[in-house]
Structure formats: structure tokens, C-alpha cells
């Protein structure tokens, strides 16, 4: 189990954790909470041997294989999928000392390398990183490019697959949806939920953690507390626990003014003295209470938008693609004021595609976009965190947006965006990503616009941000297209879906757990082509009935001298083991016993052999079987 004993963590002056202290025990799914710079990733750090503790301990079993997703991947020429084998360290250190005695010729050696594999399920490995990159969304054509052919967002998913890979007993995961489609969120759902190991996991998606973790660990005023059940149930404990707090406090605040008038109105009396000295030190001895506070600290609401065209957008029997290939055909697509739309669909099917369509970033390859009379439009996705200035600070691109508006009520707006102080004044070159996602949102509501378009908003932002963002939408009068895979915010967003799948876009008559039967269906009618094609070739092999008879004739006699082999083996291998049970008898050094320790000896080494002998005899026999292809 992992241990935390009394444990401070800090960063250079900085506390970040205080005298924790608790268990996690092996199979716990933990999913790790708090606020933005309370010390999430250092904790991670800790627990991956990076940092160390400045009083306390942390314990975790030497034997324990840590996994997590590496931060940074190089432009490599390693194909996806063998960079993805390369998180299991073991099976390619069996697959390297294999090629090692398979060039020695060390029988034994290889014997044992290849129980080795079988142990660690070694010959199925390959099909499990395909089964992993399927997952996440990698197309089978990707399986063999070099990892330097993928963007920044596809390597990250290949960081994520070489972690699963790994055969580990802790698995941390930071953020691991950020750069995934709603459909690789469910499928890692349900992987994790397979996870035998300890899981710690950071996210800020509420239904992801509801779904997978059974113990939330939540840090708060350099304080670890560590709460049983999903998120939901920390929201509702946490919540419990703070109105006490608040109550407590209220009490103790009472009982404070009155210890305090008490002691203001006798402590100059000499005849009250001594009672008010003891009500002095009364209150010095209170264990003061601190107050309760959940307050955000984001506050926004979306400005009302000047105009609102009805309708807003209209696409005809649109085309749309790149180049001369349409992605998507014949879409018919009308978004009037109100209306929120959520895209589904799978990874490529062109989600995206239709968003830059509706943003004019690309133009039909035939039928008709119709924009409504002063439609504005305000598009959010990730390119748009490049256009920040990095040397420019968060007032200086609202002076640049704005430049007629006061700088005071361009700070006041700000702050509703957590941008307070010299934060409000300081360049945003070194923000986080959730900063910059939180600067560029700011910057979109300003333009007051009347149809939302955003993609992937909630990447890096988040719990409190992403609550403030699903508040702010409830309200916003314009129309809104939201593609997310964040279950939480679809769910409060949207009142209907359209579903991009096969080159249509078209209503999706359900919700979310619709679409996530929907998801099902599919990989199962993706599959059956292969399943088809498999059992054709049993029936090939039914109809050759001669090759069939041939191949049996063949295997039989080497099977019948295989089984023999393996009877003798284990005949072998149990009476050196009752040897060496015996070697471990003092009363054989015994000088009587002189003649039966040589026998002894001489049984030893003539075992030892015949071992080798026959192992060597068995490596043969599975070789030309091999040779010939086993009967279906």
C-alpha cells in the first residue's frame, strides 16, 4: 500500500501539503482535487521519486511499477505502435535477452525466456497496443507511421497509450481527456475501470471521475483529505462537512464577542480582574474556526447579444471538405437564437470540419451557407489560444479589443475571470493552458456575439471554471454549437444533438446514453467484416480436407514424442527438487555419510543433464511444429 506519514510537501518557500497522513490501498481508483497551484502535479512528482517530502514520509513497495504519461514526445521514427510496446520495459527486455540466447544458442535460456513471455501474456502484446490505439482513436493505417507524422495533440495520445501499456501497479494520470473526443473518453472509462493497479487521476471532468474513481483525494488549505466514493458523493460530503464548519464557526464567533465584551468591561477593575485574566487565556487557548467559504472565484455572465437575426445560419444542401474532396455531403442545418446544438460523432468524422464551416473558415464546395442580417459570430477552439500576443498582458488585448471602454471596467470584467491584480497587467507568456483558455473566452463574450461556436472549450479549464462556463451558457441568449467531451456540459448545454457520422449530419433522435449505445452498435458493425472474413477462412480450411488430413498425419507422432518429453521433464524436475530438499539436510555432511553425499552429488549433476538434454530435444520438437500450421 502507499503510505503517507505526517507528511509536508512544499516548493521552494511554498507549502503546499501539511502533516498528511492516511493509506491507499492496492485497487483504490483516487481521484485527485483542488484548486490550480494547491499542489496536484507535485504531489505526482512526489510520488514518482521527483520530489521529496520536507518532513514526513512517503512509502510506497519497492517492487511497485510506476506509470505515467510523459509530458513531451520527440519527433521519432519509431512507428506508433512499436513506440507504444516500448511502455511495457519488460516484455522488451525478455524480447532483447531472447535475441541474445537465441544467438548463444543457450537452450535452457530460452526455454525459460519464452515461459517468461507467456507469463507476461508477451505474444498477445501486439494485439493489445493496437487494441489501445483503436481506442484513443488511432485509425489502423496510423499503427505503423513514424510517431513524427502525428501533431501535438495525436502525441500526447500516444503518451497516453504507452502509459496504459504498461503492465504497472500505480498508474498516475494527469488530465488524460484533454486532447480526447467524447468517444475515446468513454472507451478509457471503461478501460480504467478494468485497471487492476492503484489509479491516482487528475481531472476536471465530473462524469469521468464519477465513472471511474472510488475515493476522492482532495487537497484544500494545505490540507489532504481523503473521501470514499465518486465525485458527486465528495461535492455532497464536502458540502456537509462545510456547513457544520460554517455553523461551528458562527457558534464560536458568539462565544469569542462574548468571552471579548466580557473581558473589555472588567479586565480595569481590580475586583473583576482575575476573572477577566481567565477569560483572557480562555480565548488564547480556543482553537479557532476558520469560516467557510465555497465562493468561486470566477464570476461572468454572457453580455446580451446587439441583434438576433432569425435565423441566424442556414446551410443548403452544403459540401464541404478540402480541397476537392467533401467531407461531409448535402448538409441541411438551421440554427435560429436560443437553440443549442451539440455535435457528436467520432473522431475524423468531421465535427470539426462543420464547425469552420459554420465559421466561414472554409467555404461549400457546392450548395449554399446563408447568414442571418448582423450575425456575430464568436469562435472558440484551440487555435485561437496561438493568436494571444504572449508579450501582452490581459488588459493590454481588452485596451486593444476595446479601446473606447474604460481600463477600470475592463479590469472589473476581468476579474470575473480570475484575472485579478498585476495578473490583470502581467504578459501571458508564461500562463498556463487554462489561462490562456480562460483570456481567450473572455476576449470572444466581449464581442457581445449571437451564435457561439465552441470547440472543445473546456480543455485545461478547471472544475470551478467549467461550472462557471455551464452557468454562464444557461443564460446566454444567442444560439450555441458545442462539441465537447466534457458529459457534464453537453448535458445542462444542450437541448438537442446532431450526430456526424458517414458523411451526414443529421438530429440524433436521443441523449447521451443513446449515443453511447449508438458508439456500441457501431464497433460491433466495424468489427463484423472481420469477423466474416475469419470464419471464411475456416470454412477454406473445411473444404480442403486433404491439406487437413496431412497437416494432422504430420503433427500427431511430434505431439504423442512431445507429450512423452513433457512426462519425462517432470519426472526429472521433481526428483532434483526432492535433491535439493535433502542438500538442505545438515545430518548429510555427516563424515558417515560421506558415500551417500558423492551419490548425491552424481544423481545431482547427471539430473542437471538430462534436464538440459531433454529441453533441448523439447525447443526442437515445438520448432517443427511450428512449421507446420495447426488445424482450425
Known amino acids: 500500500m502507499i503510505q503517507f506519514k505526517q507528511l509536508t510537501l512544499t516548493r521552494g518557500a511554498k507549502i503546499l501539503i501539511e502533516e498528511a497522513s492516511f493509506q491507499l490501498h492496492p485497487g483504490h481508483k483516487v481521484?485527485?482535487?483542488?484548486?490550480?497551484?494547491?499542489?496536484?502535479?507535485?504531489?505526482?512528482?512526489?510520488?514518482?521519486?521527483?520530489?521529496?517530502?520536507?518532513?514526513?514520509?512517503?512509502?510506497?513497495?519497492?517492487?511497485?511499477?510506476?506509470?505515467?504519461?510523459?509530458?513531451?514526445?520527440?519527433?521519432?521514427?519509431?512507428?506508433?505502435i512499436a513506440f507504444t510496446?516500448?511502455?511495457?520495459?519488460?516484455?522488451?527486455?525478455?524480447?532483447?535477452?531472447l535475441l541474445q540466447a537465441e544467438t548463444a544458442h543457450a537452450g535452457e535460456q530460452i526455454a525459460e525466456l519464452h515461459q517468461r513471455l507467456t507469463d507476461i501474456e508477451g505474444y498477445s502484446a501486439k494485439a493489445r497496443a493496437a487494441a489501445?490505439?483503436?481506442?484513443?482513436?488511432?485509425?489502423?493505417?496510423?499503427?505503423?507511421?513514424?510517431?513524427?507524422?502525428f501533431s501535438g495533440g495525436w502525441r500526447v495520445r500516444l503518451n497516453l497509450a504507452r502509459a496504459l501499456m504498461c503492465r504497472s501497479d500505480l498508474l498516475l494520470l494527469d488530465e488524460p481527456t484533454n486532447h480526447l473526443d467524447l468517444d475515446a473518453v468513454i472507451w478509457l472509462e471503461g478501460w480504467l475501470r478494468e485497471y487492476r493497479g492503484t489509479l491516482l487521476l487528475i481531472s476536471h471532468d465530473r462524469d469521468f471521475l464519477d465513472s471511474v474513481v472510488n475515493n476522492i483525494l482532495h487537497i484544500e488549505q494545505q490540507r489532504l483529505t481523503l473521501y470514499r466514493g465518486g465525485y458527486s458523493d465528495f461535492e455532497r460530503q464536502r458540502a456537509e462537512k462545510l456547513a457544520l464548519q460554517q455553523a461551528m464557526f458562527e457558534k464560536q464567533q458568539r462565544k469569542v464577542s462574548h468571552l471579548?465584551?466580557?473581558?473589555?468591561?472588567?479586565?480595569?477593575?481590580?475586583?473583576?480582574?482575575?476573572?477577566?485574566?481567565?477569560?483572557?487565556?480562555?480565548?488564547?487557548?480556543?482553537?479557532?474556526?476558520?469560516?467557510?467559504?465555497?465562493d468561486s472565484q470566477f464570476n461572468f455572465e454572457f453580455r446580451a447579444p446587439v441583434s438576433a437575426p432569425d435565423p441566424l445560419l442556414v446551410l443548403d444542401d452544403v459540401d464541404v471538405g478540402y480541397g476537392k474532396s467533401p467531407i461531409l455531403n448535402?448538409?441541411?442545418?438551421?440554427?435560429?437564437?436560443?437553440?443549442?446544438?451539440?455535435?457528436?460523432?467520432?473522431?475524423?468524422?468531421?465535427?470539426?470540419?462543420?464547425?469552420?464551416?459554420?465559421?466561414?473558415?472554409?467555404?461549400?464546395?457546392?450548395?449554399?451557407?446563408?447568414?442571418?442580417?448582423?450575425?456575430?459570430?464568436?469562435?472558440?477552439?484551440?487555435?485561437?489560444?496561438?493568436?494571444?500576443?504572449?508579450?501582452?498582458?490581459?488588459?493590454?488585448?481588452m485596451l486593444r479589443l476595446d479601446p473606447t471602454t474604460r481600463e477600470q471596467e475592463h479590469l472589473n470584467y476581468l476579474g470575473g475571470f480570475d484575472f485579478k491584480g498585476e495578473m490583470a497587467r502581467s504578459p501571458c507568456t508564461n500562463f498556463s493552458g487554462g489561462e490562456k483558455s480562460r483570456l481567450a473566452l473572455a476576449l470572444l463574450i466581449w464581442t457581445r456575439p449571437n451564435l457561439l461556436l465552441l470547440d472543445e472549450p473546456t480543455n485545461h479549464l478547471d472544475l470551478e471554471m467549467r461550472h462557471a462556463l455551464t452557468m454562464a451558457l444557461q443564460d446566454y441568449q444567442g444560439g450555441v454549437i458545442l462539441v465537447s467531451h466534457d458529459r457534464?456540459?453537453?448535458?445542462?448545454?444542450?437541448?438537442?444533438?446532431?450526430?456526424?457520422?458517414d458523411a451526414k449530419a443529421e438530429l440524433f433522435d436521443g441523449d447521451l446514453e443513446d449515443y453511447k449505445a449508438w458508439l456500441a452498435t457501431s464497433k460491433v458493425q466495424e468489427n463484423a467484416p472481420k469477423i466474416v472474413e475469419k470464419s471464411l477462412k475456416k470454412n477454406d480450411y473445411a473444404q480442403n480436407k486433404a491439406d487437413r488430413q496431412a497437416r494432422i498425419l504430420a503433427r500427431r507422432p511430434l505431439l504423442k514424442t512431445l507429450t512423452q518429453l513433457d512426462a519425462v521433464l517432470l519426472a526429472y524436475h521433481s526428483e532434483k527438487q526432492d535433491l535439493d530438499t535433502k542438500a538442505m539436510d545438515a545430518a548429510l555432511y555427516e563424515p558417515e555419510q560421506k558415500q551417500a553425499l558423492q551419490q548425491h552429488l552424481k544423481r545431482h549433476a547427471e539430473l542437471t543433464g538430462l534436464i538440459e538434454e531433454a529441453e533441448f530435444k523439447w525447443l526442437e520438437l515445438h520448432e517443427a511444429l511450428e512449421a507446420i500450421p495447426e488445424i482450425d
Open 132 to 149: 489501445l490505439l483503436d481506442g484513443l482513436g488511432f485509425l489502423q493505417s496510423d499503427l505503423e507511421r513514424p510517431v513524427s507524422d
Open 488 to 501: 457534464a456540459l453537453l448535458r445542462a448545454s444542450c437541448d438537442r444533438f446532431v450526430l456526424v457520422a
Open 330 to 397: 448535402q448538409v441541411a442545418f438551421t440554427i435560429r437564437p436560443g437553440e443549442r446544438v451539440g455535435l457528436l460523432g467520432k473522431n475524423g468524422a468531421g465535427k470539426s470540419t462543420l464547425i469552420k464551416l459554420l465559421a466561414a473558415e472554409l467555404a461549400p464546395l457546392s450548395g449554399k451557407r446563408v447568414e442571418g442580417k448582423d450575425l456575430n459570430i464568436g469562435y472558440f477552439a484551440q487555435h485561437q489560444l496561438e493568436q494571444l500576443r504572449p508579450n501582452e498582458s490581459p488588459l493590454q488585448h
Open 85 to 97: 510496446l516500448d511502455g511495457d520495459a519488460e516484455l522488451r527486455h525478455v524480447e532483447a535477452a
Open 260 to 294: 471579548q465584551s466580557y473581558i473589555d468591561r472588567f479586565r480595569v477593575q481590580a475586583t473583576k480582574a482575575r476573572q477577566a485574566q481567565s477569560r483572557i487565556k480562555a480565548l488564547e487557548r480556543m482553537e479557532m474556526i476558520s469560516a467557510a467559504h465555497v
Open 31 to 80: 481521484g485527485l482535487t483542488g484548486a490550480n497551484g494547491a499542489g496536484k502535479s507535485s504531489l505526482f512528482a512526489l510520488l514518482r521519486g521527483e520530489l521529496h517530502p520536507e518532513v514526513g514520509d512517503l512509502e510506497i513497495p519497492s517492487s511497485w511499477v510506476v506509470a505515467h504519461v510523459a509530458q513531451e514526445t520527440p519527433a521519432l521514427s519509431q512507428s506508433a
